[in-house]
């Protein structure tokens, strides 16, 4: 309180200060009563109030309407004060305009930024409106930073009345809202909250809780990383929020108020003097415990604007006040605020401001001194408010029943029997019963709400046009079935000021001489819920609860409109994985589930900031990126992505390489997302030709490339359905003249010319049609063996060796299959071999269990191509090989390099140790062959020996061979 002079006491006056010492929002109870305070002793050191002294009489309003409602009441009944000023909260705020000031015509001051959901001639606002603040800041934030917004915050007006503002004008600027939660006082969950903004793809998040929430939603985003990633945007954060918390955890916001510490103005800096002398303060914030925020100079202003206007109207007349109220106007630390005449809300300045690891704002914009705009959706309210009239203005119509007063007794013993939520109320909409169903909905006890209006249940944002709705229903013939709300869902309005949502059907009885309405509510508020859960489960995946592919072409389609209003590039990168179905089959549910969720979050901390991640299928990711400044951005991009998964990935202690593959569509022209996402397809299946763990930019020769492969995709499906594939085989040899074995090589003849198989492999791999033709030359292969060892008299025949996709691999009927043909041909499986790459082996740990159930069948291995991957001769211990087939790169050097030479010798010698066979492949010339056998390699695969043959070639070369060797 202010300090009290020596006067009588009939010289003071009185003026009663609601501040939240308790309840969500205590951390500014202490700020606003030495604000307060502060011009107290001002407006005292002048003179006082027409020579009376001032005193400020403060009690704490509990953060919430009830408490608030006692304070008020009491303020005025036991301290005697002549106006009132408070609430920081929205529904306190509410509560005591509607339920305290109108009624007992006491005068209202409000400092703390709202809505505009209150007018009545009693009440003036001296902080900001959504037009004076969120909506200021909004198309600084698009221009700056981003068309996209997430919005969270508490369930009452008004967080969601300024939401509404700030959507409406991201709409009108063609941003987008990529979403929007709203929790009840104390119910949200930060973390949770944050984990969704950040999978969101927004660019800006912009959180509306109270006091203590609203910290720990700000904690929750520094500790998830966020800060670094987008935007963080308020309409509220002070200096009082960042003195609660650690300093790593204050800087880097963007704020949007009235008034902030660092404002530069005389009358800021003569405040700021008071407040460093003012009791108990240690020194101005951050060096002291001093600080104010908005709501403080606030209420410093709706002290200094009442003493002006009683001392200008020169009489305490409360007429004679309320008129000088009305166009009061003074030099406030903000500058200079106004009062408009019209609506009681003051023209107030706007700052956008940027906080700093030290507590302190840096003020980013000022936007001048700005005329208070009603929101639409409240002008009416204010309209009619002016008439404070009856609910219906003619003689109600109702049916002439012959219902008693004695029945009243009868419709309570039925309201408290029944399921629904039943209100009744007289033609002035007073309620005069209502069942505890309908109460509890509320938040009240029965007894509360009798003789209450029925409207104070009701939104306020819509509290007008339902009065006109049942006004109009009065004055009809209708008895029943009016439609109430927006699809006739009604906006309820708690005891705590939180929203509710509730169906609603509504009837009228003539009892005596009035008319009574019957409202008979269903809250279905959780129903609601309910489907909105449901709704963002059709639009996310359920594991990585990124957006699913129909959200994302939404999405994209979004982007696509902004980037040609701003001449912008975006990109789609589409995103493959190789193996996953494959670990999904062998692995348990719960692995590859994991497994998944950490390919996600290894993408999403790649990310740019507002960059959007989908979730496409099984193993296949999509991301949309805006504002690109040049292909170098996202080609960077993509090589971050790759390299992340260099790493392998242990889940479970058990290890997983993931081969990624990259396609990319930067979008220049005016296409949809259907065009970018095929673009980025076609560039992905390019990347996948290029090699694993590659990226691809789409242009347009890849786009007729493909197409090409397209057309041969479909033949090479064709050829396989009509028998039209061949396979020749080449001979494998010991010393230049015995046979070793053969490899069988398949062979394609598209309109009598021949497909290289470099071409025509990969794209039977990319199709899928790799299973059936690796099954069909493994039949082959098992045939012509189980030939020779019928016709042989040998128990040991050349070995057949077949070439094995990774692809194939990945068919977990695999291993039944080959045991199958094993067992159709009656091949003897010791005499088979299976080439795998190195990569092959060396990538997938599941690849080491296929290849332990085939050796068990008795089936040999052999490493093709070994020295062009990346493993090492260490495999041979922990893997069944048994032939390494060196590649033909080592071969060519071996004559003008003596290193190469040195180095096939001791592969050699080490394969020799580990009881592995060596064959060297691409041999072409004889001195090769001399330099090679002093090595002892165990046999030769090349064109100085026999090229590829056909069956029929082979038989004919061999026939002398296979004739020694034949049964007599």
């Known amino acids: 309180m202010c300090p009290k002079r020596q006067l ?73 004060c002549d106006a009132l000023i408070g609430n920081l909260l929205s529904n306190s705020r509410l509560a005591v305009a509607n339920k305290v000031s109108l009624p007992r015509k006491i005068i209202y001051l409000n400092f703390s930024f709202y809505e505009g959901s209150i007018f009545n001639k009693y009440f003036f606002n001296f902080s900001a409106l959504p037009n004076q603040q969120i909506m200021k800041m909004i198309p600084y934030l698009i221009e700056n930073f981003g068309y996209k917004f997430y919005f969270a915050g508490s369930n009452y007006e008004w967080p969601r009345g300024s939401i509404a503002a700030a959507k409406e004008i991201i709409l009108k600027l063609k941003g987008e809202i990529v979403g929007e939660d709203y929790f009840d006082f104390g119910m949200a969950s930060p973390f949770e909250i944050a984990s969704k903004v950040a999978k969101s793809g927004t660019n800006i998040f912009m959180p509306y809780f109270a006091g203590v929430d609203q910290i720990a939603m700000l904690k929750a985003i520094v500790d998830e990383g966020l800060r670094d990633k987008i935007v963080i945007a308020m309409g509220h954060y002070d200096e009082t929020m960042m003195a609660s918390m650690p300093e790593h955890y204050r800087y880097g916001f963007y704020s949007c108020n009235s008034y902030f510490m660092s404002v530069k103005t005389p009358e800021n800096e003569l405040l700021l003097n008071e407040l460093a002398n003012f009791q108990g303060v240690t020194g101005i914030w951050p060096k002291g415990n001093g600080k104010i925020t908005n709501f403080g100079e606030g209420a410093y202003l709706c002290v200094k604007a009442y003493a002006d206007a009683v001392n200008r109207a020169k009489t305490f007349t409360k007429n004679e006040v309320l008129k000088a109220l009305s166009n009061v106007q003074l030099a406030g630390p903000q500058g200079l605020v106004k009062m408009d005449k019209k609506t009681h809300h003051a023209h107030v300045n706007s700052y956008l401001a940027k906080s700093n690891i030290d507590g302190t704002f840096s003020i980013i914009k000022s936007f001048g001194l700005i005329k208070p705009q009603i929101p639409k959706h409240y002008q009416n309210l204010h309209r009619t408010a002016k008439q404070e009239r009856n609910i219906h203005t003619n003689k109600p119509c109702a049916p002439e029943t012959t219902m008693q007063l004695d029945m009243i007794k009868e419709i309570e013993g039925i309201l408290n029997n029944v399921s629904l939520g039943i209100i009744v109320t007289n033609s002035k909409a007073e309620i005069i019963n209502i069942n505890k169903i309908a109460a509890d909905s509320f938040g009240y006890i029965e007894n509360e709400l009798i003789g209450q209006s029925l409207f104070l249940l009701f939104s306020p944002k819509e509290r007008e046009s339902y009065k006109s709705i049942i006004n109009s229903f009065l004055l009809s013939k209708k008895l029943s079935d009016i439609k109430i709300g927006n699809k006739d869902i009604v906006i309820g309005y708690t005891k705590n000021g939180c929203s509710i949502f509730l169906t609603c059907s509504t009837t009228k009885r003539k009892l005596a001489e009035d008319v009574y309405l019957f409202f008979f509510l269903n809250d279905i508020t959780k129903s609601l819920e309910e489907k909105e859960k449901l709704l963002w489960s059709t639009t996310h995946d359920p594991l990585t609860k990124l957006i699913n592919k129909f959200l994302m072409i939404r999405r994209i389609n979004s982007a696509i409109q902004r980037s040609k209003k701003k001449n912008q590039l975006l990109a789609v990168l589409c995103i493959d994985f190789q193996h996953v179905q494959f670990i999904s089959n062998v692995h348990d549910h719960p692995i590859s589930e994991l497994l998944i969720a950490e390919i996600a979050n290894r993408i999403f901390k790649q990310n740019r900031p507002g960059d959007t991640i989908s979730r496409f299928g099984e193993d296949r990711f999509v991301v949309l990126c805006e504002n690109i400044q040049s292909k170098k951005d996202i080609l960077n991009l993509s090589d971050a992505i790759i390299n992340a998964f260099k790493c392998n990935m242990t889940i479970k202690r058990q290890k997983f390489f993931m081969n990624i593959n990259i396609g990319i569509c930067i979008k220049t022209n005016e296409v949809s997302a259907t065009n970018l996402l095929r673009n980025a397809e076609i560039a992905l299946y390019e990347s996948k030709q290029i090699g694993k763990n590659q990226k691809a930019l789409f242009n347009q020769s890849i786009d007729k490339h493909l197409k090409n492969e397209l057309m041969l995709t479909t033949q090479l499906q064709l050829a396989i359905q009509k028998k039209e594939l061949s396979f020749n085989v080449q001979p494998i040899v010991i010393g230049g003249e015995g046979l070793l074995g053969i490899e069988l090589l398949v062979r394609w003849l598209y309109k009598g010319k021949p497909v290289p198989p470099d071409i025509f492999i990969p794209i039977a791999e990319h199709s899928g049609a790799i299973h059936d033709i690796g099954y069909w030359i493994l039949e082959q292969g098992c045939l012509i063996q189980s030939q020779w060892q019928l016709d042989s008299q040998s128990i040991q025949t050349p070995y057949v060796s077949i070439n094995l996709s990774s692809k194939q691999l990945e068919d977990a009927n ?155």
């Open 814 to 968: 695999f291993c039944q299959n080959v045991k199958n043909i094993l067992m159709k041909t009656s091949a003897n499986p010791s005499r088979l071999v299976l080439e795998i790459t190195e990569s092959t082996l060396m990538e997938y740990t599941q690849t080491k269990g296929v290849l332990k159930l085939l050796k068990e069948m008795g089936i040999q291995f052999a490493i093709d191509d070994f020295g062009t991957g990346y493993s090492s001769l260490k495999q041979l211990v922990n893997v069944p090989i048994n032939i390494l087939k060196v590649d033909k790169c080592f071969v060519d050097n071996i004559i003008l390099n003596n290193q190469s030479l040195l180095l096939l010798k001791y592969i050699i010698k080490m394969a020799h140790l580990f009881n592995s066979k060596v064959i060297i492949e691409g041999i072409e010339f004889e001195k090769q062959l001399d330099l090679l056998r002093n090595f002892e390699p165990d046999g030769y695969q090349g064109y100085l020996f026999y090229e590829p043959l056909t069956l029929s070639e082979f038989n004919t070369k061999f026939s002398s061979f296979f004739k020694k060797n034949q049964k007599t």
């Open 8 to 80: 009588p006491q009939e010289d003071v006056f009185r003026l009663g200060l609601m501040t939240p010492y308790s309840g969500i929002a205590n951390i500014y109870g202490l700020e606003i009563a030495t604000a307060a305070n502060i011009a107290c002793n001002e407006i005292n050191k002048k003179g006082g109030i027409l020579g009376r002294r001032l005193e400020l009489i403060i009690k704490d309003d509990g953060s919430m309407p009830t408490e608030a409602i006692i304070a008020a009441n009491s303020l005025i009944d036991n301290y005697h």
